[in-house]
């Protein structure tokens, strides 16, 4: 039986296959050692750092924003356990990263902030403990304040695009670039752990450049 991570790197390999332009795929895995609750937890994969903290908020189903972005902390937060990350938001809470009722305060809508040290392509991710109603939202991500910030671009009740027992890949929508990422639930009845994420690095200008030069040389090169 194939692994979740082996899974995963398979459909985004065909995937990337497709692509004139396409780059490596890095994958962090984030399910194996139970680690409890923490107020962030910090990856490393080829040479780019990322760190994910918990947030809540509180949207309707009209999908206005009724209570603002808070950062999670103390003993809430994170929650890494064997199968993936999830968010314990308070008492109440379960480790699965869920949505809630607009209408009750003690049951917001949790997400996970996925923040990068540099510019990324974010792929996607693998997620598990799915249902057939579970659907989860993707957004862009402003840092107001360390404790503030802004979503952006905001991509409402994705499903899973592919699905394999319970679990599931979720694609990120085509060329979905920048350093902060926010994954998060809206629905009452949304719970999944986040298992693994995949991104590809964004080239720098000077690569850019002399990959450009590099085409006009070619080009060049066979009308002589």
């Known amino acids: 039986m194939l692994t979740r991570f082996t899974k995963f790197i398979s459909v985004l390999l065909l995937i990337s296959s497709m692509s004139s332009s ?3 795929i890095n994958v962090i895995d984030f399910d194996g050692t139970n680690e409890g609750v923490a107020e962030q937890f910090v990856f490393t994969e080829n040479d780019v ?3 994910i903290s918990a947030w809540t908020t509180n949207v309707n189903s009209t999908q206005d924003v009724l209570t603002d972005w808070q950062l999670l902390s103390g003993p809430y937060g994170v929650y890494k356990g064997s199968s993936g990350l999830g968010v314990k938001s308070s008492d109440q809470d379960g480790h699965h990263l869920d949505g809630g009722q607009s209408s009750d305060l003690n049951d917001l809508d949790e ?3 996925f923040s990068f040290s540099e510019e990324i392509n974010i792929l996607g991710f693998y997620a598990d403990y799915l249902n057939d109603n579970d659907d989860l939202n993707f957004s862009l991500v402003t840092y107001l304040t360390q404790t503030s910030i802004e979503t952006t671009d905001i991509f409402f ?3 899973a695009s592919l699905i394999f027992d319970d ?3 979720f694609f990120a929508p085509d060329n979905l670039i920048g350093s ?3 994954i998060w639930a809206d629905g009452n009845d949304d719970a999944v752990r986040i298992v693994d994420t ?9 690569s850019l450049l002399l990959f450009s030069l ?7 090169k066979r009308r002589s």
């Not at 995949?198 to 000077?206: D, H, M, Q, R, W």
């Open 167 to 169: 679990e599931g890949v």
């Open 111 to 113: 997400g996970l902030l």
């Open 22 to 24: 396409a780059n490596i």
């Open 198 to 206: 995949a991104f590809t690095k964004v080239p720098e200008p000077n």
């Open 214 to 220: 590099f085409l006009i040389g070619f080009a060049f």
């Open 49 to 51: 750092t990322l760190t």
């Open 157 to 159: 009740d994705q499903q």
């Open 180 to 182: 902060a990422f926010m």
